[in-house]
T-cell receptor, first 113, second 114 residues
Framework: DAGVIQSPRHEVTEMGQEVTLRCKPI?????LFWYRQTMMRGLELLIY????????DSGMPEDRFSAKMPNASFSTLKIQPSEPRDSAVYFC???????????FGPGTRLTVT | GNSVTQMEGPVTLSEEAFLTINCTYT??????LFWYVQYPGEGLQLLLK?????DKGSNKGFEATYRKETTSFHLEKGSVQVSDSAVYFC?????????????FGTGTRLTIIP
C-alpha cells in the first residue's frame, strides 16, 4: 500500500485566497483525522471522521475551516478565506480502528502571505 | 479530561548515551499508550505502544512500560544513534463510545551528536 497520500506537499498563497488540502487514506481504514502542527501550538486535532461521517470537529478553529469526506478514499480540508496565522503543516492520518495506531501522511506545508 | 505531559526539550545527547524521555498522563478510564516519532520533514509514525498496565512496548531498541501506579510511560533507549534524532510524541487514546481521538503530548526534540 502507498500509505496516506496528501496533496499538495507545499502550498503558498495570499491572504484571502481559498485553500484546499487533499487526503487519500489507506484503503480499508475507517477513521480519518486532520491535524495541524505549528511551533507555537504543537500538534492539534482539527476533525476526525468515522466511515465518512464527521465525529468530532471541536478542534476546527473557526468557520473559515471546513472538511468533507465524500467517500471512503478521499477527504478535503478547505480554508476560505485564508489568513497568515493559518500557516502551518497540515497532516492527514488514517486508522483501521480507534484504538489502533494512526498512519500519518507526509503533510502539507501551507504558507499564507 | 485526558492529557499527556512530556519532558521539556530540546534534549541533546552524545552518540551511545542512555536516553530517557519522561511521559505522564491523566485519563478517566483505561487508556492505550503510544510513542510516535517524527523525523525531519516527515509525518508521525508509531514507534511503540502498550494497551494495558505493565505491558512493555519495544521497537528499534526503544522501550516503554505502562505504569498504572505512577501513570507514566517513559521512553528509554540504552545506546542512542545519530539516526535517532527526531521529535518524540507521547500519546493516549481511550475508547469513549464513539469518541476515540488521540491525545498527544507537546513533543520532545532529540538531537544526537556524533
Amino acid at each position: 500500500d502507498a500509505g496516506v497520500i496528501q496533496s499538495p506537499r507545499h502550498e503558498v498563497t495570499e491572504m484571502g485566497q481559498e485553500v484546499t488540502l487533499r487526503c487519500k487514506p489507506i484503503s480499508g481504514h475507517d477513521y480519518l483525522f486532520w491535524y495541524r502542527q505549528t511551533m507555537m501550538r504543537g500538534l492539534e486535532l482539527l476533525i476526525y471522521f468515522n466511515n465518512n461521517v464527521p465525529i468530532d470537529d471541536s478542534g476546527m478553529p473557526e468557520d473559515r475551516f471546513s472538511a468533507k469526506m465524500p467517500n471512503a478514499s478521499f477527504s478535503t480540508l478547505k480554508i476560505q478565506p485564508s489568513e497568515p496565522r493559518d500557516s502551518a503543516v497540515y497532516f492527514c492520518a488514517s486508522s483501521p480502528l480507534p484504538l489502533y495506531e494512526q498512519y500519518f501522511g507526509p503533510g502539507t506545508r501551507l504558507t499564507v502571505t | 479530561g485526558n492529557s499527556v505531559t512530556q519532558m521539556e526539550g530540546p534534549v541533546t545527547l552524545s552518540e551511545e548515551a542512555f536516553l530517557t524521555i519522561n511521559c505522564t498522563y491523566t485519563a478517566t478510564g483505561y487508556p492505550s499508550l503510544f510513542w510516535y516519532v517524527q523525523y525531519p520533514g516527515e509525518g508521525l509514525q508509531l514507534l511503540l505502544k502498550a494497551t494495558k498496565a505493565d505491558d512493555k512496548g519495544s521497537n528499534k531498541g526503544f522501550e516503554a512500560t505502562y505504569r498504572k501506579e505512577t501513570t507514566s510511560f517513559h521512553l528509554e533507549k540504552g545506546s542512542v544513534q545519530v539516526s535517532d534524532s527526531a521529535v518524540y510524541f507521547c500519546a493516549l487514546v481511550i475508547s469513549n463510545f464513539g469518541n476515540e481521538k488521540l491525545t498527544f503530548g507537546t513533543g520532545t526534540r532529540l538531537t544526537i551528536i556524533p
